[in-house]
């Protein structure tokens, strides 16, 4: 998946109506923030350029006498993975006909996709057979990715390197965690330190939704947290062992190796001395909410017998006050996961519809404990909003909720904020504007009509 990297050079606006276009606008790189995911229509290639394409995709050498036999190989594998993971983990309808399908010639997948470019291919069914050739394509990327096949292998050389650092007790071990006790050797600083330890990789399912929801993740290999560790803390001089845990992770885990985010649980003098380069290069306050945490993202090194593995992947390790409760309120998993579920539709599709936001929250949403009606109104409005009168919500830069209403005839859909970007506008002549305000009254009538 290509990045157009860059500002807007002030181009008019465009109708990018196919996949050249498009393409030839992608190498002049003045368009900020968009991929090849952003491409709606494959229209504009031929038959041999699609199939050319596919080789490319694939890194398949097209000259090989098994080529075409490769290469089908590879489609079924990644096709089947993309249709597994957007009726399970996007939550999407894929059409029957689709559904366990086995493509038997490369010539019946290169039907399939040229029947996306036809002008008479149109509705939902146009729309999903392109976000099934999107998907396949952050699916190929990562489903035999070294560093992604191999996190469980890499988890273990590192909490093995972990659990050897000289002064390092471990005491209560679990399956997925340990409490420790560390005191310095050479009774350099940090002198004493302790906590608990909680670590896991992230799952397939998880990199392939943030490869096609976080734009500025083109390959799983620039991803701060394929592994994640969380350091818990006793709230007990909270802030003096926070920053002595911080220290030891930096010195002796990552060696140096990472940058420091903080929101508002570190003190400004430590910050100050301690060495760590910021994330981001400034200090952000705590969250909206209260809840304070610190972080380390970087690489750990370590050995495998003698070899020294230096491409080791991106991990992040959270500090933590044990009795901070960061998943309490909207703040809990369930709604999260639902977000990032709508972000990776609206990214995939274009849009949102209803029925997507009434999928989302009932198969997802709804396990956080949290009405129908709570979850829609958190979702549609923002925290101490003055905006919401007589039932419409008046909508501007600076007022609106995760989703954003757009503009778009007499229907009604939606995108995510974090999807949502005004270079789109820019880009494509028909992309449809915000809303400029929104009946929510209405919009909840035709909520509870939607079948699902």
């Not at 694939?58 to 290469?71: H, M, P, V, Y």
């Not at 957007?86 to 689709?98: A, D, H, R, V, Y």
């Not at 990327?141 to 093995?160: A, C, F, Q, R, T």
Request: contains cysteine.
């Amino acid at each position: 998946m290509n990045s157009m990297m860059g500002k807007s050079s002030g181009l008019s606006k465009l109708d990018i109506k196919s996949y050249k276009a498009f393409s030839e606008i992608m190498e002049k790189g003045v368009w900020e923030g968009l991929t090849m995911l952003d491409l709606y229509s494959i229209k504009g290639l031929s038959r041999d350029e699609l199939e050319d394409l596919l080789y490319k995709e694939t890194g398949i050498q097209k000259t090989k006498k098994s080529a075409k036999k490769s290469l089908l190989g590879r489609i079924n594998l990644v096709y089947t993975e993309a249709i597994n993971q957007m009726k399970n983990s996007f939550l999407l309808k894929i059409p029957q006909e689709l559904e366990g399908k086995k493509w038997n010639s490369l010539k019946e997948f290169l039907d399939f996709m040229e029947g996306i470019a036809d002008e008479k291919n149109q509705g939902y069914s146009k729309i999903i057979n392109c976000a099934i050739l999107k998907t396949m394509s952050a699916v190929d990327d990562i489903i035999d990715n070294s560093l992604v096949i191999e996190l469980e292998k890499s988890l273990g050389h590192i909490i093995d390197k972990v659990r050897s650092i000289k002064g390092l007790k471990v005491i209560n071990q679990n399956d997925r965690s340990f409490n420790f006790v560390y005191n310095s050797p050479d009774k350099t600083q940090p002198i004493h330190v302790c906590g608990q330890f909680v670590y896991r990789t992230k799952q397939f399912s998880k990199i392939l939704q943030k490869l096609i929801y976080n734009r500025k993740y083109m390959s799983a290999d620039l991803m701060t947290d394929l592994i994640g560790f969380r350091v818990e803390i006793d709230e007990i001089n909270i802030e003096k062992m926070s920053e002595d845990n911080i220290l030891f992770f930096a010195q002796k885990v990552f060696e140096g190796d990472c940058k420091l985010d903080n929101k508002g649980l570190l003190g400004k003098e430590f910050l100050g001395q301690c060495g760590i380069e910021l994330r981001g290069g400034k200090v952000k306050d705590s969250t909206p909410d209260g809840f304070k945490n610190a972080s380390l993202t970087g690489h750990v090194l370590y050995k495998v017998g003698n070899n020294k593995i230096e491409n080791s992947p991106g991990i992040e390790a959270q500090f933590v006050n044990i009795s901070n409760k960061n998943e309490a309120g909207f703040n809990k998993h369930e709604i999260y996961d639902m977000k990032k579920v709508l972000s990776l539709v609206a990214r995939l599709m274009g849009t949102l519809t209803i029925g997507n936001i009434k999928v989302a929250i009932n198969e997802i949403g709804l396990l956080s404990g949290y009405s129908e009606e709570a979850i829609l109104h958190h979702l549609f409005f923002p925290k101490e909003s003055k905006c919401f009168s007589d039932g419409i919500l008046t909508i501007n830069e600076n007022h609106h909720g995760f989703l954003i209403p757009l503009k778009v005839g007499k229907d009604v859909c939606f995108i995510t904020e974090d999807i949502y970007t005004s270079s789109l506008q820019d880009f494509y002549q028909n992309y449809p504007q915000k809303a400029v305000c929104f009946n929510y009254m209405e919009f909840r009538d035709k909520y509870d009509t939607v079948k699902i």
